[in-house]
């Protein structure tokens, strides 16, 4: 209903009616086959290139949706029994106002590019992508869902640019290795091409996707003239050879760190094609050291942190586990808590283990994994399959006491991890089903570590969806799943009072902590139903999250116990008008449910998106909630209440074509339950077509009355459950910056220098205590401690990375840390600053070589 009133008001206003892409004006692209190969130069000088159709009738998607492109795009397309040939002549009237800024691979530096797209598979739904910028730099990865791109994969391949008088030229060799495609006489796959003209925004496309419509890969054009061609086998090794230093900050009676460690290492990744359809990535004994560090991060909530994965074997095609995003385009949240049902974090996770009093202690930073093994592909026709399993080993700490004893204990035991996807396709993606499982099972030494972790954990679930029309304009998403976990009854009893649950709330009626427990099962799902074609679109959810449900061992989850619903509207202007080239405007309704049926968080939420004539982007959005019970700030005591409060934020960017590029940012929470507000900046400078520098500071303060404080047990609060509840005051400071300077030589050299400062500090006051439950009413208490902080921070690492030979790489990496900590609340930049530099450094210096194989 909502959305027929929006699309009834715009057809009032005179707004054009919805329509899709015109049909692209060739129906198929024919390859031609080359008896000999080609010359990857770029220049375009092979007598392939003569005799080959040309592919022309581009059409604009940007910045003038169907309009004919401002310069011609010629490509060919040739193939031979090993690879795929593409040729492109894209000209230009101006060759001296071509963008060719040099950067990373897979790193867009808003140059001109040529892309082409393919699904060999010819399922319509998934394909890669590989690309060229007008300075050489290679971009590639993989297509799913229909419309989404993921960049993690990176294939071996040849590329090459030319410039001349006409424009430029580009000529890529995509071997058959690096594609998957059933064995045929004669293969038809589809393809796509797609041109990007930086100095005018303009992105050009044989086929494109409308800017009010859905689906990418489906509106591809078919490639036929592929004849006579057998998928090779696919076998590439990669070993590699690793030194690492450390130089760390010690004491000096410390028996194990002297201040410096020597570290040298080895191992190998494979890939392995198993048949046309499935490829076996193997790692064994794996080395990230080359990954940009976390962010520093001062936690004051009761929700672990939440890190983004780095590692290369564990981005790399991480979306063929995704679960429960197929089908729809947009998957909006309105304060649904996840769950993410992968988190490969938990993979070679960190540990943490304390000193003795007087004593020392020596251990790995993190579980080290012996092995991991990934299948990915397709089986039975038009099943996606992905296969996960690894192994952590069993780490020990060494400890000594005050006496000089010592001792080895066990802190992380030997443990499995498994996560297993399928998917299927039907009826050429208008549906689709799909399961997913995940494991991680552990072999105890030590006891008492058997009350610290669980034992095993499992995780059963199912997902789809449907287009509910032949338009595929409306379309349904569902997932659900049962998780169990098993262990002590001591680490069942920890689990249960966690902050994911909190059983041991004593006035919810709903669950109640079980000290004998062994075991807990919980479900969970979700289903969603949205417009997402045509000029207005519709969004809606409504999902629940059961208080025993749990996966913290592969998957991350911060709440349970939760019902969540929303319903939101929307309209895109894509035509442009006499100020904006594009706006969108959109509002919504939310709500959050415990198991009792209390309301715990609630409001209505606008936004609205604009693009201006010349370029900039603005963005504002204002939500407001009403009262709610809150059921998380006792930490697992009783319910009180969340006062009304409002927020807005407001961002703009410039025009992202500009040696200059800037962007502002900030926003403002305002209630009784705390008073915040943020600003920042986003700086990009590029000084030459191969150096940029981006500079991101972030300053933010916060007034909290009732920040939490501890528990307390006092047998005279009997209005309390015979508990104290403390809180105080916090007024806190924080100021971050993100540096990054990228400095490319080459296609296949580069230096990257990262450093994130942070300057965090926080003072409390007024400490009080929870009057009664289900109010906002608190009592003048005393100072329990004294919790003031001061927090600083420097992380940072330089990375100079050169690919010696197509897919074998040179790494060397400096990474530091440093940080200083003082009980203190006031926020003092100079001081701050003097201390961090004051501060002692840990310093890692590492040089690793791989090289790849391909026998």
């Avoid at 040309?54 to 795009?73: H, I, K, N, W, Y």
């Avoid at 939500?623 to 934020?649: E, I």
Wanted: some cysteine; aromatic content about 14%.
């Amino acid at each position: 209903m909502v959305s027929v009133l929006l699309c009834l008001v715009c057809r009032s206003l005179g707004f054009p009616a919805v329509v899709d892409s015109p049909p692209p004006s060739i129906q198929q692209v024919r390859a031609v086959r080359t008896t000999r190969p080609v010359a990857v130069d770029g220049v375009l000088d092979d007598p392939i290139w003569r005799s080959a159709d040309r592919v022309t009738g581009f059409l604009q998607r940007d910045p003038t949706e169907g309009a004919a492109p401002s310069e011609s795009t010629v490509v060919f397309v040739a193939y031979d029994d090993a690879a795929l040939y593409v040729g492109a002549r894209l000209y230009d009237a101006h060759p001296d106002s071509i963008v060719a800024r040099l950067s990373r691979r897979d790193v867009s530096a808003n140059s001109d590019r040529f892309n082409v797209y393919i699904d060999p598979y010819h399922d319509r739904r998934s394909g890669f992508y590989f690309g060229l910028s007008a300075a050489g730099t290679q971009f590639d990865g993989t297509l799913l869902n229909d419309d989404w791109n993921d960049d993690t994969w990176d294939g071996v391949w040849e590329g090459k640019v030319s410039r001349d008088s006409l424009g430029w030229t580009a000529e890529l060799r995509i071997p058959y290795s690096q594609l998957r495609f059933l064995k045929r006489p004669q293969q038809v796959w589809g393809i796509n091409f797609n041109r990007a003209i930086a100095r005018r925004n303009e992105q050009d496309y044989l086929v494109y996707t409308p800017k009010n419509g859905s689906g990418f890969v489906s509106r591809f054009v078919d490639l036929v003239g592929i004849d006579e061609v057998t998928p090779p086998p696919r076998v590439e090794i990669m070993p590699y050879i690793t030194s690492r230093a450390e130089f760390a900050p010690h004491q000096a009676a410390d028996p194990f760190n002297d201040g410096s460690r020597l570290s040298p290492a080895a191992g190998v990744d494979a890939r392995i094609g198993l048949g046309s359809n499935l490829t076996l990535n193997a790692t064994v004994n794996p080395d990230f050291g080359q990954v940009e560090v976390d962010p520093a991060v001062v936690n004051l909530s009761d929700v672990e942190t939440f890190f983004s994965e780095k590692r290369p074997f564990f981005v790399e095609g991480s979306s063929t586990f995704s679960f429960g995003q197929g089908g729809q385009r947009n998957n909006w949240s309105f304060n649904w808590p996840g769950p993410t049902y992968f988190y490969s974090r938990r993979i070679g996770r960190s540990l943490s283990y304390g000193a003795p009093d007087g004593g020392f202690a020596d251990g790995p930073a993190g579980a080290h994994i012996l092995g991991a093994l990934k299948l990915t592909g397709k089986v039975g026709g038009n099943w996606n399959i992905g296969a996960l399993s690894a192994v952590t080993n069993r780490e020990q700490a060494t400890y000594q006491d005050s006496l000089g004893a010592r001792w080895r204990q066990e802190i992380e035991p030997l443990t499995f991890y498994g996560v297993y996807r399928a998917q299927k396709d039907v009826a050429q993606g208008r549906q689709g089903i799909g399961f997913l499982a995940t494991v991680a099972a552990r072999a105890f030494d030590d006891p008492v570590l058997r009350d610290a972790r669980n034992l095993s954990s499992v995780f059963l679930g199912t997902d789809g969806w449907t287009f509910l029309d032949a338009s595929r304009t409306w379309v349904t998403t569902w997932r659900g799943g049962v998780s169990r976990i098993a262990g002590t009854t001591g680490r069942l009893l920890a689990v249960q009072q966690s902050s994911a649950h909190y059983f041991q709330q004593p006035d919810n009626g709903h669950v109640t902590v079980d000290s004998a427990a062994t075991s807990m099962t919980g479900a969970m799902g979700r289903v969603t139903l949205g417009k997402q074609k045509g000029n207005s679109f519709v969004n809606s959810s409504l999902g629940l999250i059961a208080p025993s449900f749990d996966l913290n061992d592969v998957g991350f989850l911060s709440r349970t116990g939760i019902v969540n619903m929303h319903l939101g509207a929307g309209y895109d202007w894509t035509k442009p008008g006499r100020v904006f080239r594009y706006v969108e405007v959109l509002g919504a309704v939310f709500r959050n449910y415990d198991w009792d049926g209390n309301i715990n968080w609630s409001g209505v939420f606008g936004e609205g998106s604009f693009q201006l004539k010349n370029f900039y982007w603005l963005y504002w959005d204002v939500a407001y909630n009403p009262w709610t019970v809150n059921n998380r700030r006792t930490r697992g005591g009783p319910l009180t209440l969340n006062p009304p409060g409002y927020q807005v934020d407001l961002s703009m960017n410039s025009d992202s074509r500009r040696a200059w590029v800037y962007g502002l940012f900030g926003g403002t929470y305002q209630s009784r339950d705390g008073r915040n507000w943020y600003a920042g900046a986003s700086l990009e400078w590029r000084p030459a077509a191969n150096v940029s520098l981006s500079v991101g500071p972030n300053l933010s303060g916060n007034v909290t009355p009732v920040q939490y404080i501890g528990t307390y047990d006092d047998s005279t609060a009997t209005v309390t459950y015979g508990k104290d509840y403390v809180f105080a005051r916090l007024r806190s400071t924080e100021l971050s910056a993100g540096i990054r300077l990228n400095w490319t030589y080459t296609p296949k050299l580069s230096l990257q220098l990262y450093t994130q400062p942070l300057i965090s500090a926080g003072k409390y006051d007024q400490f009080k205590q929870l009057a009664r439950p289900r109010t906002f009413d608190f009592t003048p208490t005393a100072a329990p401690s004294d919790p003031d902080f001061n927090f600083r921070s420097l992380r940072g690492n330089a990375v100079l990375r050169w690919e010696y030979l197509p897919g074998s790489t040179l790494f060397f990496v400096w990474t530091q840390t440093r940080q200083d900590v003082e009980d203190i609340g006031d926020f003092a930049f100079h001081r701050s600053l003097d201390r961090l530099m004051q501060a002692k450094a840990d310093n890692i210096f590492m040089i690793k070589a791989t090289y790849w194989w391909n026998p």
